[in-house]
């Protein structure tokens, strides 16, 4: 009997740790995103100032800040993970994949 409870006890406590943790490819996945998207952000805000839409470009650049915030707080999890210059190896990784892209 007491082996089963310890065994339970035991089970629930490695699960409940598990899931408190978020995978390092999860985060790094969401910190691509962030790039990218930041990315796109910026094109348009340039391509609006180039038009002189100077209020979309303005709404657009509220846009760039929320997603430069995202990656700040993405890549500053990264490195409590333990994570050497997560913004740069995303960069990386992204670059990679559009490259693999061009040649499918």
Do not use: C, W
Not at 45 to 61: T, Y
Not at 80 to 96: L, N, T, W
Not at 98 to 104: G, L, N
């Amino acid at each position: 009997m007491k082996k089963l409870l310890f065994i339970l006890l035991g089970g629930t406590l490695t699960s409940l740790g598990f899931a408190q943790t978020t995978p390092k490819k999860v985060e790094e996945k969401e910190l691509r995103h962030d790039i990218r998207e930041k990315r796109e952000e910026k094109h348009e805000v340039g391509k609006d100032l180039a038009h002189l839409n100077i209020k979309k470009a303005r709404a657009d650049h509220k846009d760039v800040v929320t997603e430069k915030k995202a990656e700040h707080r993405h890549a500053a999890q990264l490195k409590r993970q333990g994570v050497k210059h997560p913004v740069s190896r995303a960069k990386h990784q992204i670059h990679a994949q559009d490259e693999a892209k061009k040649y499918q």
